[in-house]
């Protein structure tokens, strides 16, 4: 699987699709609306990537922010939401917007994007309100441009819910290491 692409923007081949030059070899990379708009021809770009593939074809998805990706992810266990849709979905806006729009409901922001119904955006926000209802992983911390919260994902890797490990982390100086974040957190759950 291909993790991510490094190189430079060769060509924006339509709304969605970047190439993107790596070492010599051109990525054809479908991108958000976002993405597509901030990049720039001869510009190096990073973008972590999705490959999807179909019985008739393989496609590379590109998300300038791991958030996004994650997020594209849990859009892509909905019934119903393929990849395109995804990304019409992460186009309404940044990835914490659309993760707050999911966690708190808001089936009329995710009806917006093109090519998605009011059905099938109820679905989302039913799928995945109660998964996303803890504030989106990344939110405290920047690491090379982008947002991670390895404290959050940790404590959810422990078994705690999003919720309840975002409860246990609200308060907690974000600025500490990692381990202190973990430690403080796990003192409050225990409590």
Do not use: C
């Amino acid at each position: 699987m291909i993790a991510h692409v490094y190189g430079e923007v060769s060509d924006k081949v339509s709304p969605v699709s970047l190439v993107v030059d790596v070492g010599g070899v051109g990525y054809a990379v479908q991108v958000a609306l976002t993405d597509f708009d901030s990049a720039q021809i001869g510009q190096p770009i990073k973008l972590y990537t999705y490959h999807y593939i179909r019985e008739q074809a393989q496609e590379l998805f590109g998300f300038s922010q791991l958030a996004a990706k994650r997020l594209f992810e849990r859009l892509l266990d909905v019934q119903g939401v393929g990849p395109r849709a995804g990304l019409a979905i992460l186009s309404l806006g940044s990835p914490q917007q659309v993760w707050r729009a999911i966690a708190e409901g808001n089936y009329s922001f995710i009806q917006a994007a093109t090519g998605v119904g009011k059905r099938l955006a109820q679905r989302v926000v039913v799928d995945l309100a109660d998964k996303l209802a803890a504030p989106v992983p990344g939110g405290d911390s920047a690491v090379g441009g982008q947002t991670t919260d390895d404290a959050l994902d940790a404590l959810v890797a422990l078994g705690y819910s999003p919720p309840q490990a975002a409860a246990a982390l609200a308060g907690v100086d974000g600025n500490q290491a990692v381990a202190a974040r973990l430690k403080q957190a796990l003192g409050r759950l225990s409590s």
